[in-house]
Nanobody
Framework: QVQLVESGGGLVQAGGSLRLSCAAS????????VGWFRQAPGKEREFVAA????????SIEDSAKGRFTISRDNAKNTVYLQMNSLKPEDTAVYYC????????????????????WGQGTQVTISS
């Protein structure tokens, strides 16, 4: 079992930045790829970013490319999502997920591939 806790959400103006953190309670966190997903009211949960177990392979959703960066520190059992140049359309609850057990250099963009989820953190961008 892996328990995940997100933090770092909040209310910022368009063009601002936030850094989300996903901290894991288990020492086996480094065994899993980690993904970030978001869900806006009335919409389905969507992929934002993912990073492999190694930390060397990552993917960012197209609308966030050039603005968001995902990274991980396995020694601290933490994954980060740095979000810059935020837009009102980035407003959503952001969730981190772990449990995808693919190869060391792989990840998944499907929420169904992840077994463990955090409670979510609200990100609100004002125009």
């Amino acid at each position: 079992q892996v328990q995940l806790v997100e933090s770092g959400g909040g209310l910022v103006q368009a063009g601002g930045s936030l850094r989300l953190s996903c901290a894991a309670s288990s020492g086996t966190f480094s065994s899993y790829a980690v993904g970030w997903f978001r869900q806006a009211p009335g919409k389905e949960r969507e992929f934002v970013a993912a990073i492999s177990r190694s930390g060397s392979i990552a993917s960012i959703e197209d609308s966030a490319k050039g603005r968001f960066t995902i990274s991980r520190d396995n020694a601290k059992n933490t994954v980060y999502l740095q979000m810059n140049s935020l837009k009102p359309e980035d407003t959503a609850v952001y969730y981190c997920a772990a449990g995808y057990s693919g190869s060391y250099y792989s990840y998944s963009i499907s929420p169904y591939e992840y077994a463990y989820w955090g409670q979510g953190t609200q990100v609100t961008i004002s125009s």
